[in-house]
C-alpha cells in the first residue's frame, strides 16, 4: 500500500469532515462521515447508532453542558472532555484546536465568562461555517472562529491562556509542528488540555495506512512516548499522557470486530508552558 504524503492526509481529512459538517441525520463519533470507512457512521435512523448527546454523555459531558450550546454544535466527534481537565477561569484566552462545529468552545465560553475569549481554529470550511452560524444564534460574543491549519495556527505569539482540543491532533501528520505552534502562542504558564487518541504500541502498516483510519481517529495516532517526546521537544513541562481504560468500549464501537480497541485507546494529554 503507498504511502500517503502529509498534503494527501490533510486533503483526504478536510474533505471527510467537510461531509460531516453538511450531512444531515449522520451517526455520532469520531471520524464519521457519509457513506465513510469508519462503521460507526450509521444513519442515526439505525437502532443501534448514538445521538450526538449520548455520545456526550459517554464521554463525560453532562447534560447540563449538552443544553448549554447550540444543539447543531454537538456533532459527537470526540474521544473525551477536555474541560474535565481544562480548569477554565474568568477571563481566560481559550484556543481550540479543530474546533469543528464548536461545541467545547461554547462550553470554554460560559467558563472564562464576557471577560474572556475563545479562539476556535478548524481547517474545513464547512466547519468553521457551520461553527460561526451557531456562534450567530447563541448570540456569543466572546467566540469567533478561524479558518486555518494547526500545524500553522493563525493565532499571534503569547496571546493565549490555554489550548483545548477534542480527537484532533492524531489527525495530523506533523504532530511536531502542532506541539511547537501550540508553544508559540500559548503564554508563559499557559497550559495544555487535550482529549486525544494515542497508540498502545506501534501500529501495523495495514492500519496505519488505511485511509479511512486516518480519518477516523485510529491510524494517525502516536504511541505515549512519542507524544511525550514531542511535547518536550517542543518546549513543555509537568507533561502527563494519561490513558483512559474506560474509554475502550467506545473505541471498539467505532469498528467492531477489527479489535482496534487492542491498539489505541482515548488519553488526556496535560502539559505546561514555562
Known sequence: MRTLGNEEIRKAVRENYGKVAQAAGVGAGCGCAPGGAVACCAPRTAP???TA?????????SAEDVHAAPPESNLGLGCGNPHAIAG???????????????FDCFLAARAVGAGG?????????????????NARQAKAANVEFRLGEIEALPVADASVDVILSNCVINLSPEKD???????RVLRNGGRLAV???????????ALREDVGLLTGCVAGASTVDEVTRLL???????????????SRALVEAWLPGRKIEDSITSATIEA???
Not at 448527546?53 to 459531558?61: D, H
Not at 477554565?88 to 474546533?99: C, H
Not at 509542528?177 to 508553544?183: D, L, T
Open 272 to 274: 505546561v508552558k514555562p
Open 117 to 133: 475569549r475563545v479562539i476556535g481554529v478548524d481547517m474545513t470550511p464547512e466547519m468553521v461555517a457551520k461553527a460561526r452560524a
Open 53 to 61: 448527546p449520548e455520545v456526550a454523555a459517554v464521554l463525560g459531558y
Open 177 to 183: 509542528k502542532v506541539f511547537r505552534e501550540a508553544f
Open 88 to 102: 477554565l477561569k474568568a477571563g481566560e484566552t481559550v484556543l481550540d484546536l479543530g474546533s469543528g462545529a464548536g
Open 195 to 205: 482529549s486525544d487518541i494515542v497508540a498502545l504500541a506501534e501500529l501495523p502498516p
Open 48 to 50: 443501534a447508532a448514538p
Open 232 to 246: 518536550a521537544e517542543a518546549g513543555f513541562e509537568s507533561i502527563r499522557v494519561t490513558p483512559r481504560a474506560e
